[in-house]
């Protein structure tokens, strides 16, 4: 029996030279020298193709365990490696390993170190002090304890000493961001938002890098702004415990007040970034003064959307995605004529795209020989009506997880 590594047939006996690099990679924030050997303070990426292959596999180690550990402040870095065998060319058919230093080398910076004393030195440096770079632009207490606050700051590219630093944070959307890329820190137009978790230990404030987000300033005819949320990431260990939703508020707070901004718009979110997107939002809507949200019935969309976008800076489809949300929200599904009416008028505009497709399709036909019109097979009648029935079905439950959050919520 033979498996594949790396596009190339090996002996089966080789396979325990064969480990999955999500297992063997180790992340972990060291704010005290005894986490450093605590595997409770290990958390994982979700992917690593970008770095060790579409497959995700490395070669050549039995038992492979890499440590990519972070100073919880500045995010210096140590890097290493352990394994208990490495495979010898020498003896197994002149396969040579995987050189995992170098994989690493291509997103983690230079400035790394690879010596044990000299990090744990660094660590437990009694001098030493971290302030977080850029502007405190918010803040937020953890409840029930006083000693500990949540503190949001904007930096750019020109903020002394920022950029050593995010070349350290940008390393981790590579874990957990996926078709995550750099970006290019040489444009002014970038705007970076940081959250770090501030504690006072024996009178002195101590901080905890737990995400950030960058943001993208690009013109808007005639006369205005546009703000594009590219990157948003809460590292593993601060995760769902609301503190995305508590960044992007603080990125809308810095942003909607200014009267040069149209609109702020989020580049191919996830759908854990689009369900938070939806609910700040929702919740926004429902607390602006002055804007009227959707009845179960009788509601004007298009003054309502209008509305949204210039006091909330939404964009039009996010816009719309709310009104659909909130009006969900007051429709009695009880009510068979309400629930349905609401039900077709969503599924009208799931059904723009392919009405439009219809409309340049006929005026195609006029163009093509009758050979090429019968090697077209567009959707008939009952399988649009099929995918229209799928498509509102999952999006309704997505709304619904809205709402039942908005319900504890306010």
Same mark, same amino acid.
């Given at each position: 029996r033979e498996i594949k590594i790396n596009n190339m047939f090996t002996p089966k006996n080789l396979e325990a030279f064969v480990c999955q690099a999500s297992s063997a990679l180790e992340l972990k924030l060291i704010a005290k020298e005894e986490e450093f050997f605590d595997d409770a303070a290990i958390f994982r990426p979700e992917m690593t193709h970008q770095v060790f292959g579409e497959r995700e596999n490395i070669f050549g180690y039995k038992n492979l365990k890499i440590k990519l550990y972070y100073a919880h402040d500045d995010l210096y870095t140590y890097a290493a490696m352990e394994y208990e065998a490495k495979i010898d060319p020498r003896t197994h058919l002149k396969l040579k390993p995987d050189d995992v230093v170098k994989a690493?080398?291509?997103?983690?910076?230079?400035?790394?170190?690879?010596n044990r004393d000299e990090f744990l030195s660094r660590i437990n440096d009694p001098k030493r002090r971290f302030t977080p770079y850029g502007e405190l632009i918010g803040s937020y207490p953890q409840e029930g304890n006083k000693d500990v606050?949540?503190?949001?700051?904007?930096?750019?590219?020109?903020? $002394?000493?920022?950029?050593?630093y995010h070349a350290r944070l940008q390393t981790f959307i590579i874990w957990f961001i996926d078709a995550s890329s750099f970006i290019d820190v040489e444009d002014e137009k970038w705007t970076f938002y940081i959250?770090?978790?501030?504690?006072?230990?024996?009178?002195v404030p101590s901080y905890t890098s737990m995400g950030y987000s960058t943001v993208y300033h690009f013109y808007a005819f005639p006369d205005k702004s546009r703000y594009r949320i590219s990157q948003m990431l809460i590292l593993p260990p601060f995760q769902r415990k609301g503190h995305g939703g508590r960044?992007?508020?603080?990125?809308?707070?810095?942003?909607?007040?200014?009267?040069?901004?149209?609109?702020?718009?989020?580049?191919?979110?996830?759908?854990?970034?689009? =369900?938070?997107?939806?609910y700040v939002d929702c919740r926004n809507?429902?607390?602006?003064?002055?804007?009227?949200? $959707?009845?179960?019935?009788?509601?004007?969309?298009?003054?309502?959307?209008?509305? =949204?976008c210039q006091k909330l800076k939404l964009s039009k489809k996010q816009a719309r995605r709310v009104w659909e949300i909130l009006r969900l929200r007051a429709t009695d599904r009880g009510n068979v004529d309400q629930y349905r009416e609401y039900r077709l008028w969503v599924k009208s505009r799931l059904n723009e795209p392919y009405q439009r497709q219809k409309r340049d399709m006929a005026k195609l036909v006029a163009h093509l020989s009758p050979v090429?019109?019968?090697?077209?097979? $567009?959707?008939?009648?009952?399988?649009?009506?099929?995918?229209?029935?799928? =498509?509102?079905?999952?999006l309704e439950e997505d709304y619904f997880k809205v709402i039942e959050k908005l319900a504890v919520t306010i």
């Open positions: 690493l080398s291509t997103v983690v910076p230079a400035g790394f170190t690879r606050t949540f503190e949001i700051y904007r930096a750019n590219i020109h903020t $002394p000493g920022f950029l050593q959250l770090f978790n501030r504690k006072v230990i024996n009178g960044l992007l508020q603080a990125i809308y707070d810095d942003l909607v007040p200014r009267p040069l901004v149209r609109d702020i718009l989020v580049e191919d979110p996830s759908d854990d970034l689009q =369900a938070m997107r939806d809507t429902l607390a602006s003064e002055g804007l009227r949200f $959707p009845m179960a019935t009788g509601s004007t969309f298009g003054k309502e959307v209008m509305q =949204a090429e019109v019968a090697t077209m097979k $567009p959707p008939s009648e009952e399988e649009q009506k099929a995918y229209l029935h799928e =498509a509102y079905k999952l």
